[in-house]
Structures are given as C-alpha cells and as structure tokens.
C-alpha cells in the first residue's frame, strides 16, 4: 500500500503504528497522534477500534500514515515507554514464529498491571429514561428496555444478558442521544489470592458426626469424613468437585464445618544476605567451560554465541552460571536464569541470593499480583540485574541483558502450552540473544534430542562437565554415580510375586534403611491407563507407520494410532507369545505408599505429588519432614525428580518404568530416558554411595536400558537414527492443529475437512516437503467433556504454510509443540 501524506494544516503532525488488543492479527494499525501527547515506541496508548476503545502498544512513530484517514489516540495508558526497542522486536518474532496477534506477543512483556483490560459502562441518559421503548427501530429495543431496567450495566453484562447483536446497536442508541458509554482502565487490584479449605467447626461432637453418618445424606457422610481425616485439609474447589457443591453446601449449613479462607504466599522464601559469598575454585572442566563463555562475554565476534552445557547431575553446572554472571554484572549488564518452575525451590534460589545478594528478583507462578507488579518494575528501573524465575522471566524488562541461562533445557515446562503465543522459551531465549548481544547458555544432563544435534552441527558449542563434584567434606576428586540395575518384573511374576515391589527393590529399601539411609520411590504420572501390554513379555503394539504405541478405546474397543489415526482390532491373545495375561497399566501413589507402609512397618513413609502439592504449604510440610529425615521413604511423581539434594538418600526406586513408554508420541522415549535419567542422579549425591532400581516389563527397551547405563551419547545415537527415518525434528519441524467440540462427529468431520483444505492448498502450490498427519483424536481423546481431534502439518516452514490458509474460528495452532498427542 502506497503512504499518503496527511493532507491536515498541522506540519508536524505525527503517525504512530499501534498493535491492538483485538483480534487483529499480525499487523499494527496507524493512528494520528494528538498535539497534547507525546508518543514513542513502546508506549501503551488507549485507541479507539470499531465502536469501543482499546488498549494498543505503540510500534513505531512515523509523519506518514500507512491509510488516509487516521483516528487520535485517546491517551497514554502509562507516561513511561514499557517496552524496550530489543522487546518489540522479539514481540514481532513471536508472532511471525507462533502465529500469534502482535499485541499478544507484546502484552507478555507489559507490567502486570497493565495486562487488565477495559471495562465500559453504559449508562442511560435523562433522554433515556423518557424515551417509549417502541418509538425506537425494532432492533434497538432490547437495549433501552434492559438499559430502562439497568440504568447503569457494565457493556459485558449486557452483551451476556441480550446478545452481542443488541450491543451492535449500542454505537446509534449512542449518536441518538439515549445513552452514554465510558470506558475505564481496569487495574487489577492489590487483592490477595486465597485459597479456601474445608475444616471441622470447632465444638464438633462426635454425636453429630454419628447421626450425620447414620442419616441418607451419603456424600454429605463421605466428605465429612475426608474432613476429618488426618492430613492435609481439602480444598473446597476440589471437595465441590469429589463430593459435590450440595455436599458442601449441607454440612455448611448444619455447622459441622467451615470454611476457611487462607492467603495464598509465594510459597518460597528467600534468607536475607548482606555479605555476598566467595566463589569456589573450579575444576579442570568448570574453568574450560567458563573460558569459553567469558570469551563470548567478552566480545560479539565469537560465534556461536549460544552454548549447550552437558552435565549430570552435580557436575557443577550451576557453579558455572553464576560464575559467568559474575562477569555478566561486572561489565554492567544484566542476567536472567531460567529454571523448570518446578526447581524453583529455596535451596536454588537461597545460591543466587548467597552470591549476588540484594541484586536478584524472583518470579515465578505463585506470586501475588502485587508482588509480581513490584518485581517487573524493580527490573525496569534497575534496582535489579539478575531475575531468575520461569519462562516468563524472559520478557522481563531488562535494559541491556548480558546473559541468558536455561537451566535443564529439555525440560518441556520451557513451552508454553496454553494461551497463546505458544512460545518456547529456549527458541525465544536464542532469538532475544541475537536480539540483544547476548550469551546464551543451555544447561542439561540430558540434552533435547534437537538441541544435541543442533550441537553437533555447531550451532551451539558443546561444553562439557562428565564428573560429579564430590561434597565438600570429602577430598578433591571425582565424585560416583548412583549404580542402577533394571528389575525385570515378569520373571517376578513367574515367580509368584504380584507386589509392586520387586524382590530386589525389598531388599534394597531394607538394605538403605538398615544403615539409616532414605529412599525415594518413583512413579511416573503420565501414560498410565490406556496402553495394553503382555504381562509375559512385555509386548506392546505399535503402529506401522509412526512407530508410536496405539492406544486403547473402550467405546469402539479398538487400539488407535493416536498420531495417524490407524485404527486396529483389540488381540485377544499377544502376538508375540500368545499369552492370554494382556492388561492395562495403571497405579497409583496412594497404592505404592500404602504397600510401602504395609511391607517396611518401622519407616515412616510419606507421599508427595501434584495433589498435596497444589498448597505450597503442604508441598514444604511433606518435603521438609524428609529433608529433616523424620521420613524416611518418599513415594511421588515427576515433582521428586527435580532439584532435590538430599545427600541420605541411598536409594531411588523406579516402580514401572513403563509407564510413559506408550504414551502415543513420538517423544515418549526421550521423556522417559530424561526421567529416568534424573531419578537416578537423585541417589547418591552425598558421602554415601547411591543405589538405583529400576523395575520394568520391558528391560530391553533402549530408553530404559541406557537411562540405566546413564548413557547419553548411547541414548541419542538411537534416538537420532529413529527420528531421522520417520523424519520427526529435528529432521522437519511441526504444527499440531487442535480442534475441540462437545460433539463427537463434528469434531471429527472438521479435523477430516481442514486435512483436505491443507493437501489441496499443498497440491496448489507444489510442495513435495511437507505432509499432512492425520486426522486423529487427541491423547485423551475426550477433555472437559470435548472431542478433541489433531492434524499434524510436517514442513521446513509450518507456520509459512498455515498462513496462506484460511483457518475456521475454533482451531488451536500450536507450531513446534512438545507434544503431538
Ligand atoms: P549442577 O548444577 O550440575 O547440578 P552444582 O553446580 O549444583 O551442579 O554443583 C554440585 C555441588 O558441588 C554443589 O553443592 C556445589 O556447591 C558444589 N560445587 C560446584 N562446583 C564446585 C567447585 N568448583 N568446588 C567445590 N564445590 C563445588
Ligand atoms: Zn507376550
Ligand atoms: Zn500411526
């Protein structure tokens, strides 16, 4: 489009290009700045779009508009310029990247505060009050009837109240007079979050409880018993949800309990330090590793400017991050450190903070709205120079970041997966670094098979750190791995033992508790219900064409590819050896901690996972308790493999490494080997010599085999010869197209028609590289009560392709995602 010139008097006259918080696509949109501002790049502004105000980020400022006819901007929504020029940039990756709305991008890096949205109220004028209903056109009348009802409404009560289409007739009822509309900036408030439990009233006597239970009102009995249970208090959103909101709301009503609400804290606390500590001298490899970061730091020619930092666990990886942040704050720049939520624990923090004291700010998921607030503009003024949180802390707003660190890289807390932009932080990581000047640092001990070979190919130089560092109480030298034995729990079966607990595991946990040692029992969450496995030897069914498991559907009694769609007959019998003993996979935490309870009577054992951990509270209670070691076995999740140092631990138990193995995606294999790989480096980390076991049906599984040899190279020279035949990434790149409904059909012939639209638009423009998967059903098939359906698009450039198809309203593009099922 060619730029006109203004044709207003005003020679100075100023244009600004603003991206607007509307559904609005990728583009800015031009808007005439008034005398009385004073606009730049990176201001948030209030403009007017369509017949109602919203807030916009201002991109550029320019003497020519892109379109003849240009409206004011109404205001500034906040006097300093929020966005850096390096930020509206990644702002504009992002959304060529993810597919996103260019004020979305913007909007991650905006202060909290301002993330709110407008409220307009619609009030009826005097006018109004006396005007008849029926003198007005047809379609009008809704509205004044409400307005004559509610003379003051907010504009989105009255769009859920009649009906978008009678808002459309709020702009003529305006012009005509009868009503006013004012729109306000909604801040959110300095409001605490709270949580609200259920627990017992005081003065509960146990007759009440007795005729309670005596009485009809069964869920009533069943909650109140959870009541009183020992242990945790439940949440009254998840007791509304178990038993019932009538539940709740009877024994409410006869005061047999309360409800009590609770601030919800950060859950971490940070120990004040005024002297800053002194580093350690590093070894041979630190120094090596360190050399070539600070020759990075040092000067922009050294290429490649993004480092992969190969380490187990305990090799001293951290020790280099805060080293070169050291030299990152000595030349005046900034650093930020990431880490999996899920590792932001004290003991991580309290190092930062021990080194660099007063100069780090934390943010993370559970801060308060206030705390949040005063975090970004801590950073934005430069009280701050190193943020260390999650994802997020990567759009804080730093003026010259020097530094980018992603602790454990692989970790797939590191994508955004919901919402959008559907970013990954390391991706986003490497392009603000480029951005910006900045040294990117990837730390793992287990690296993501893309960026391994990404590493190869010299896009990241590869540094290495293969020892433990031994504890300090010991002397100079090279510390142990755990050593880890696979348990092969069918010949237990043969064997008579139907336990969950392997012959070898029992004695292994008595062996560690004898000495006085802790023990940690791992069982992982995900893939547990739906994959059908021979229980004699080990078999699982995998589809022809992706190499993923198929899973099992009930409702059409069928195995399905969840990545192609191939749909086949349950067996009866297992292909491989006939055996009749074919079942489902499932256990649970509760059922590992009771039978742990039940075979080691003298220990105390305890369980820690997402549902005692949602209350940051209990998370500490339970973790504390085996920290003091006054517990001394710990049964849990995904959540105990992460940053946990706990030198007494002399024992890692991994009760079914299968779990996860069938998950139909074709990073099954790398998550579990990642898992499995972490539990075990949680054995062994202090003076004791660590232990691991591994039980499993299918020792020969590479995943499983090489996480027990802690083998990586081992691990990515299958995996990479896997991804390169079925040409996964990092040999193509992916978009998963999601779509959603609660009618079963629909969903599918949607997924079925967009799968034509994409090969027809393939076929148009003669590309041979790409290829469309699919459709298939979601991995669970059914969420929330919808159908969900995939389409996989595999091409050099997924979201090129996508752009130059139109997508029906109630598809989700997630490009790059971490998984496809
Ligand atoms: P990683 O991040 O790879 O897990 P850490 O940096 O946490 O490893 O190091 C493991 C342990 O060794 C920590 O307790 C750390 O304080 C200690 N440590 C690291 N480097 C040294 C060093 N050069 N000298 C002495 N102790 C060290
Ligand atoms: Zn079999
Ligand atoms: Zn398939």
């Not at 942040?325 to 880490?339: E, H, M, N, S």
């Not at 030897?537 to 059409?556: F, I, K, L, N, Q």
């Amino acid at each position: 489009m060619a730029l006109s010139r203004c044709q207003r008097e005003d020679t100075d006259m100023s244009f600004a290009e603003v991206a607007v918080d509307a559904p609005a696509g990728n583009r800015t949109f031009s808007y005439s700045v008034p005398p009385s501002l004073s606009v730049e790049p990176g201001h948030a502004v209030s403009v007017p779009f369509g017949p109602r105000n919203v807030a916009g980020i201002v991109f550029s400022v320019a003497e020519v508009a892109q379109v003849e006819r240009t409206r004011d901007i109404v205001d500034l929504l906040h006097a300093d310029i929020l966005l850096r020029p390096h930020q509206l940039a990644l702002a504009h990756w992002l959304t060529d990247t993810y597919m996103a709305s260019l004020y979305e991008a913007a909007s991650l890096m905006l202060p909290p505060a301002i993330r709110g949205q407008h409220i307009t109220m619609v009030s009826l004028t005097a006018k109004g009050v006396g005007t008849q209903v029926e003198s007005v056109p047809v379609g009008q009348r809704p509205v004044l009837a409400y307005l004559q009802e509610h003379p003051q409404s907010l504009q989105s009560a009255l769009r859920r109240d009649i009906g978008g289409a009678a808002e459309r007739q709020l702009p003529r009822l305006e012009r005509s007079g009868l009503l006013e509309r004012q729109t306000t900036w909604k801040r959110p408030g300095q409001r605490e979050r709270f949580v609200s439990f259920l627990v017992t009233a005081p003065g509960l006597s146990e007759d009440s409880v007795a005729d309670l239970k005596k009485g009809r009102a069964r869920r009533q009995a069943a909650l109140m018993d959870t009541v009183l249970t020992a242990g945790p208090p439940i949440k009254a959103t998840e007791a509304r949800r178990r038993f019932g909101a009538s539940a709740v709301a009877g024994l409410l009503e006869k005061g047999l309990i309360l409800e009590e609400r609770i601030p919800v804290q950060s859950g971490i606390q940070v120990q004040e330090h005024n002297e800053a500590e002194a580093p350690p001298k590093l070894t041979g490899h630190q120094q090596r590793a360190l050399a070539q970061i600070s020759a990075a730091l040092e000067s922009v020619a050294v290429e490649p400017r993004s480092f992969l930092l190969h380490g187990v666990t305990g090799s001293g990886k951290t020790e280099v991050y805060l080293q070169a942040l050291a030299q990152t704050l000595g030349k005046g720049k900034q650093g930020i450190i990431l880490v999996p939520e899920i590792s932001l624990t004290p003991q991580t923090l309290d190092r930062f903070n021990r080194r660099f004291p007063g100069r780090v700010v934390v943010v993370h998921s559970e801060l308060t709205p206030a705390q949040r607030r005063e975090a970004w503009w801590r950073l934005y003024r430069g009280e701050a120079d190193i943020v260390v949180g999650s994802r997020s802390a990567l759009f804080a707003p730093l003026s010259n970041p020097g530094l980018i660190v992603l602790d454990e890289e692989h970790e797939w807390t590191y994508k955004q997966a919901e919402g959008t932009p559907r970013y990954h932080a390391r991706e986003a990581a490497l392009e603000l670094a480029r951005l910006t000047g900045a040294v990117t640092v990837l730390g793992s001990a287990t690296p993501d098979v893309v960026t391994y070979y990404q590493a190869q190919r010299e896009k990241h130089r590869s540094l290495k750190l293969p020892n433990r560092i031994r504890p300090i109480t010991e002397l100079e030298g090279i510390g142990s791995m755990a050593d880890v034995r696979i348990v092969d729990m069918r010949s237990e079966l043969r064997a008579g033992n139907r336990s969950m607990f392997s012959e070898p595991l029992q004695e292994a946990v008595r062996r560690a508790l004898d000495v006085g040692g802790q023990v940690i029992l791992f069982l992982n969450r995900r893939g547990s219900s739906t994959h059908v496995q021979c229980r004699d030897c080990g078999h699982s069914v995998e589809c022809r064409s992706c190499a993923t498991p198929m899973t099992y559907h009930g409702d059409r009694q069928r195995l399905l590819c969840h990545h192609c769609g191939r749909m086949q007959q349950e067996p009866s019998a297992c292909p491989v050896c006939q055996s009749r003993r074919i079942r489902y996979l499932g256990v649970g935490t509760q059922r590992v901690l009771q039978e742990a309870q039940e075979l080691f009577p003298d220990a105390e054992a305890v369980r820690w996972d997402r549902d005692v951990s949602t209350i940051s509270g209990q998370r500490d209670l339970v973790l504390n308790k085996f920290i003091r070691g006054e517990a001394h076995i710990l049964v849990g999740t995904q959540m105990v493999t992460k940053g946990l140092h706990i030198p007494n631990v002399m024992l890692v138990g991994v009760m079914l490494a299968d779990l996860g193995l069938y998950i139909p995606d074709f990073r099954a294999q790398e998550r579990v080997f990642q898992l499995l790989c972490q539990v075990a480096g949680r054995a062994g980390r202090g003076a004791l010599a660590g232990e691991g076991i591994i039980q499993t049906y299918q020792p020969d599984n590479y995943a499983v085999q090489v996480a027990a040899s802690q083998d990586y190279e081992a691990f990515f020279e299958q995996e990479i010869a896997f991804r390169r035949s079925f040409r996964y990434p990092p040999f193509s790149r992916l978009a998963k197209l999601t779509y959603s409904h609660t009618d079963a059909a629909l969903s599918e012939g949607e997924a079925e028609r967009l799968c034509r639209v994409l090969l027809r638009h393939q076929r148009a423009i003669g590309d041979t590289e790409s290829a469309v998967i699919g459709p298939a059903p979601g991995y669970p098939a059914r969420l929330r009560g919808k159908y969900r359906w995939h389409v996989v698009l595999r091409s050099p450039d997924p979201a090129g392709f996508l752009s130059q198809v139109e997508l029906t309203a109630g598809w989700v593009v997630d490009i790059d995602p971490v998984s496809v099922s």
